[in-house]
């Protein structure tokens, strides 16, 4: 895999007219912004090894399945009226959070937003426990307390998303600290999108980061939007990394909607951080298909843009790079295999019961006394 990556980012880089011939991390319809990771040069030691294996590939691909089935049949349920409140689907996005975290490893943790699945699921959140927790089980991965946006698994490195906009931030930043301190070989990853990059949160984070070095990524999901208000309306910039490199960390934009780009840049962010010299920022552009939520009328989005994006559908790109070393019977069976597990844990999910909750009296403020 790593000979077939080296050829593809050299032909990418071709194809858009870079000078350096290096991979470049493009910009949406736009030419060689000299944003480049240098994987040709002979004193990058680390290139080939973070590169995905084919197993991985595959891998990522059928994860990005998972989660556009699981988005699909979440939208068709809330039509259903079986849904309780709205619904962050993330459709179109599924790259960023399946690449980020396949470049992790088990001891690394991770926080997301309320548009979080792919992140779930990346991290290695089984179906049934995950559709659990929408619909309140008891199977839930958190008992059915949690909901969609704030679902957790402490065993998985799974923080948890949340309903704050960049609240996660800081959190990935306490838990790279403790890393640091304990002298652990892990390092912790945030995802946040856009509109929290207008956060003062952010910049605070950033600082701190930066100053103590601590082992942390930052992965910006730039689709575009802060709820429904475009990035040229929130922001005087459109390229996020300036904002990190005033703070002195290293960062680069790559294309969201690949996956093993997202891999790539995140595997060599941490890469670096693990060994001590600070965190790192990827922005991954990318672009959501659907709605803010399951209760967003729309109106706002471009029907061109849509298109476009639809056009670059992060599966289809996925499968095309596949196309070469794996034949195209056995992709189909990939894909009926991950279909087919979202409707079983759809229909288990459904079918739990649903949790009885009791006092906490460790915390409860009155005891009843006899």
Known sequence: MGRLALARYRLMALLNGCPCQKWCQMRPLAKCAHICIDIFSCNRSDAVANAPSLDEHVEMFRKMVLVRALEEGLGALHKEGKTRGPIHRCDGQEAVGIGATAALTAGDKVTTTHRGHAVYVGKGMQMRPLIGEI???????????AGHMLIADADLGLIGGNAIVGAGIPAAAGMAYSMQVLAQPNISLCVFGDGAAQTGIWHETMNMAALWKLPMVFVLEHNGFGLTVP????????????????????????????AVAVYQAVADMAARARRGDGPGMIEARTYRIEGFSTSDMGGYQASEDIAHWKARDPIVLARKALEGAIDADQLDRIERSALQEVRTAFEQALSDPMPVFAVDTASAPYTEQA
Not at 136 to 145: D, I, L, Q, V, Y
Not at 231 to 258: C, E, M
């Open 135 to 145: 619909f309140g089980r008891e199977t839930g991965a958190c008992g059915g307390r």
């Open 231 to 258: 990035t040229d309306v929130q922001s005087p910039i459109d390229d996020f990394t300036l904002r990190a490199k005033g703070y002195g960390i290293p960062a680069v934009s790559v294309d969201g909607n690949d």
